[in-house]
Structures are given as structure tokens and as C-alpha cells.
């Protein structure tokens, strides 16, 4: 353990630049665990498959898609981890990329009304940078010389880490994504600019409408980076039940703001709607964008679903509703 804290502090002490995945951290949202290592595998009685799909400014050529596959689930009672697996295609870039997160739980107390952990994680990314400048020179001679004209490609790896603090329903968490100096040979050009480390701090919480399966999860996240360059994320989810207990509906607003400025600057308001169904999770999100050159591209779409086996729920599509009735049973091998 007190190795395992040295390796975290070291790497926090870390203040160099690396490669940015935006298509990837902003998921958050679906799963914290791709924001915050320290989330990987926090359900010690779940395992859970994921899938992402994500396209921006569809109907036009080589626009931005993303696709994603993510796995968690416990390793023992106090050890968690998470994988998952991306591809990015940009115009003529191309990123593919593996990460692997561990996470180590604390329970600091634990009572019939107050349970408080404190959890760490550490992760590692590998990732391939593909630029295709083939097609970029026009055929009528105008040559850019920093163009090469043909396919660059290098791998490269960084590192994260993350701490989160729980306090029964309420979590407050902490993490640092692109730790480590960038060892990807495509981006070791002297004129390649600096791209800084994020710093990621995020409070969530669980509410139960009284008599009523309705479930309410507030998250605020503020990221800033050495560049100074911050964020602000709003995101509100509500699951609600249905006349049959297989079956659960589910969406999410977010609203994500620039607070660089005094005043700031809206980016983008993100709407999903979903539904569980026994241990399936679907859900499909619009995003519409708030600035001048999101409005003239157009929104991005985004669908995602989730497969969970649980080892003390039977197919419920609100697997909440067993664990509060003690909120000690997340520790005692009734988690939701």
C-alpha cells in the first residue's frame, strides 16, 4: 500500500506535457473511471462491458468519429481495475490507443449511518499517432514544405492518476491525466507546440426521491491545464422506474462552459436518453454545440450501452433500490 501511494505521489509531482484525448476523458459522464483511475472497478460487486460510438459534423468526409470498448470490475474487496480500448480518426489523423487502470479502496469508517473511503488509482495509455499527408498537396503544384506528403506514424505512452474521496452518497475526487513527457517521435519536432497536463476535480452525488424509485446524480467537474485553460461541466441524470420491473428509463442533461474570461463562454449542451433493461443499459446522446464554428459544422451524436453482471442482483434495471436500504451494504457485498 505505502509503495503503491510513493508511485502516485511521485508521478503527481510530474508537470510536463502530453498528448490531449478529449474524445475520450469527456466520457466521464458514462463512466468516471476514464476521467479518474481511482473509479476503476469502485463496484466490488459488478463487472461491467462497455461500448461508445461517437460522430461529429456527420454528412461530411473523414469527419471526427470515435469509437470505444471498456471492461471493469473488482479484483478483490479493496483492488479495482478498468481497461479500455479506443480509435479516433480526425481528418487525416488516427489515434489508437490501449489503457490499463488499477485502483486501491481505503474504508476509512465505517458505522451504522457514516461510511468514508478514500480510494487511489494509477493508470498507463499506449497509443499509435497515424497522419496520412498523401492526399493533402494539390495537384495543381501549390507544395506546402511542411507537408511530407506521405504516412507518418509513432507510438508513445502516458500516464494518470487519480484520488477520490466518498462520504456515504457524496464523492469528491481528483485526478491528473498526461503526466509524463511526450515519447511520441511524430511530436518531437522543436515547432511542435507544448500540449499541457489536466488537472481534474469533480464532485458527484446520489439523491432518492422519498416513496419513489427515482433516483437523482448531480456531477460538477472543473478541468484546467498548465496552459491555463479551463472548464467547466454542469451534468444532472435521473433513472425513473416503470410499471414493469424490468425495465427502467434514464437520461441526462450537461452543460459544459469555457471560464477562461471573466465572463466566460458557453461550449455545448449534451442531451441523453436511455434505457436498462434487466442488465442491459442503452442510451443515445445529442450534443449541440454553442459556438460560431460548432453551429456552422453542425452537433455530434453519440451512442452508448453497457452489459453488467452483478453477483447479488437478479436483473434489476434499478439495482439502486436494494443497496439503500443500508448504506453500509456497498462494503458487505451488496453494492448497486
Given at each position: 500500500?505505502?509503495?503503491?501511494?510513493?508511485?502516485?505521489?511521485?508521478?503527481?509531482?510530474?508537470?510536463?506535457?502530453?498528448?490531449?484525448?478529449?474524445?475520450?476523458?469527456?466520457?466521464?459522464?458514462?463512466?468516471?473511471?476514464?476521467?479518474?483511475?481511482?473509479?476503476?472497478?469502485?463496484?466490488?460487486?459488478?463487472?461491467?462491458?462497455?461500448?461508445?460510438?461517437?460522430?461529429?459534423?456527420?454528412?461530411?468526409?473523414?469527419?471526427?468519429?470515435?469509437?470505444?470498448?471498456?471492461?471493469?470490475?473488482?479484483?478483490?474487496?479493496?483492488?479495482?481495475?478498468?481497461?479500455?480500448?479506443?480509435?479516433?480518426?480526425?481528418?487525416?489523423?488516427?489515434?489508437?490507443?490501449?489503457?490499463?487502470?488499477?485502483?486501491?479502496?481505503?474504508?476509512?469508517?465505517?458505522?451504522?449511518?457514516?461510511?468514508?473511503?478514500?480510494?487511489?488509482?494509477?493508470?498507463?495509455?499506449?497509443?499509435?499517432?497515424?497522419?496520412?499527408?498523401?492526399?493533402?498537396?494539390?495537384?495543381?503544384?501549390?507544395?506546402?514544405?511542411?507537408?511530407?506528403?506521405?504516412?507518418?506514424?509513432?507510438?508513445?505512452?502516458?500516464?494518470?492518476?487519480?484520488?477520490?474521496?466518498?462520504?456515504?452518497?457524496?464523492?469528491?475526487?481528483?485526478?491528473?491525466?498526461?503526466?509524463?513527457?511526450?515519447?511520441?517521435?511524430?511530436?518531437?519536432?522543436?515547432?511542435?507546440?507544448?500540449?499541457?497536463?489536466?488537472?481534474?476535480?469533480?464532485?458527484s452525488s446520489l439523491y432518492k426521491l422519498v416513496d419513489r424509485d427515482i433516483y437523482l446524480e448531480p456531477l460538477i467537474m472543473f478541468r484546467r491545464n498548465s496552459n491555463n485553460?479551463?472548464?467547466?461541466?454542469?451534468?444532472?441524470?435521473?433513472?425513473?422506474?416503470?410499471?414493469?420491473?424490468?425495465?427502467?428509463?434514464?437520461?441526462?442533461?450537461?452543460?459544459?462552459?469555457?471560464?477562461?474570461?471573466?465572463?466566460?463562454?458557453?461550449?455545448?449542451?449534451?442531451?441523453?436518453?436511455?434505457?436498462?433493461?434487466?442488465?442491459?443499459?442503452?442510451?443515445?446522446?445529442?450534443?449541440?454545440?454553442?459556438?460560431?464554428?460548432?453551429?456552422?459544422?453542425?452537433?455530434?451524436?453519440?451512442?452508448?450501452?453497457?452489459?453488467?453482471?452483478?453477483?447479488?442482483?437478479?436483473?434489476?434495471?434499478?439495482?439502486?433500490?436494494?443497496?439503500?436500504?443500508?448504506?453500509?451494504?456497498?462494503?458487505?457485498?451488496?453494492?448497486?
Amino acid at each position: 500500500m505505502k509503495r503503491f501511494l510513493a508511485i502516485c505521489f511521485v508521478l503527481g509531482l510530474l508537470n510536463s506535457v502530453g498528448a490531449q484525448r478529449y474524445y475520450v476523458t469527456n466520457l466521464y459522464i458514462y463512466d468516471t473511471f476514464l476521467m479518474n483511475p481511482a473509479a476503476a472497478g469502485k463496484d466490488k460487486s459488478c463487472y461491467s462491458f462497455g461500448a461508445n460510438y461517437q460522430n461529429q459534423w456527420m454528412g461530411m468526409d473523414k469527419s471526427p468519429t470515435t469509437q470505444m470498448l471498456n471492461f471493469q470490475g473488482p479484483l478483490t474487496q479493496t483492488l479495482g481495475m478498468g481497461s479500455y480500448i479506443y480509435n479516433d480518426r480526425n481528418g487525416n489523423m488516427n489515434q489508437f490507443g490501449l489503457h490499463q487502470a488499477f485502483s486501491h479502496e481505503v474504508v476509512l469508517k465505517k458505522s451504522r449511518r457514516q461510511v468514508i473511503t478514500m480510494a487511489f488509482g494509477l493508470g498507463l495509455t499506449v497509443e499509435q499517432v497515424r497522419i496520412d499527408e498523401s492526399d493533402l498537396n494539390t495537384p495543381s503544384g501549390i507544395l506546402d514544405p511542411a507537408i511530407s506528403g506521405g504516412i507518418s506514424s509513432g507510438w508513445g505512452m502516458n500516464v494518470n492518476s487519480g484520488v477520490i474521496f466518498k462520504y456515504n452518497d457524496y464523492e469528491l475526487g481528483f485526478s491528473l491525466n498526461n503526466m509524463i513527457d511526450q515519447v511520441n517521435p511524430i511530436y518531437l519536432n522543436d515547432d511542435e507546440p507544448g500540449l499541457a497536463t489536466d488537472y481534474h476535480l469533480h464532485l458527484s452525488s446520489l439523491y432518492k426521491l422519498v416513496d419513489r424509485d427515482i433516483y437523482l446524480e448531480p456531477l460538477i467537474m472543473f478541468r484546467r491545464n498548465s496552459n491555463n485553460d479551463n472548464r467547466l461541466d454542469l451534468t444532472l441524470k435521473g433513472t425513473f422506474p416503470t410499471p414493469s420491473p424490468n425495465y427502467a428509463m434514464w437520461g441526462m442533461v450537461s452543460y459544459r462552459r469555457n471560464v477562461d474570461h471573466r465572463l466566460g463562454k458557453s461550449l455545448g449542451l449534451g442531451t441523453t436518453v436511455g434505457v436498462n433493461y434487466q442488465r442491459w443499459s442503452f442510451g443515445m446522446e445529442f450534443q449541440l454545440g454553442l459556438t460560431g464554428a460548432q453551429y456552422d459544422y453542425g452537433s455530434a451524436y453519440k451512442v452508448v450501452t453497457r452489459y453488467t453482471i452483478c453477483n447479488n442482483l437478479k436483473n434489476k434495471a434499478i439495482p439502486c433500490s436494494e443497496a439503500r436500504k443500508n448504506k453500509r451494504s456497498r462494503y458487505e457485498g451488496l453494492s448497486w
